[in-house]
């Protein structure tokens, strides 16, 4: 697989190249390649070479924001966003 292996450094390039043709197959996150045109999601790895990136939240204890900043922990978490989420590809507990 070596000599077939393409590397790139722009998440864009990737993109590009898949859907130029000049690469066979990609990997990168889900929810990066269901927002990429001209490109298509065929399936996610196998559960037993899948990773998943973890996001968590939180505020500051000193920040000056308190409220700003629960609000928008509030909003990221709220039922509606989640839901947006899992359309645009992020897999959540």
């Known amino acids: 697989m070596k000599p077939k292996t393409v590397t790139f450094t722009q998440r864009s390039e990737r993109f590009e190249a898949i859907a130029r ?20 999601l065929v399936c996610p790895l196998p559960a037993s070479i899948q990773h998943y990136t973890l996001f968590s939240a939180g505020v500051v204890a000193s920040s000056n924001h308190q409220d700003a900043g629960q609000a928008l922990v509030a909003f990221v ?17």
């Open 77 to 93: 978490s709220s039922p509606a966003t989640r839901a947006i989420m899992r359309t645009n590809g992020f897999e959540l507990p």
């Open 21 to 40: 043709g000049d690469v066979e197959i990609g990997f990168n996150q889900i929810s990066e390649i269901v927002a990429a045109p001209g490109v298509e």
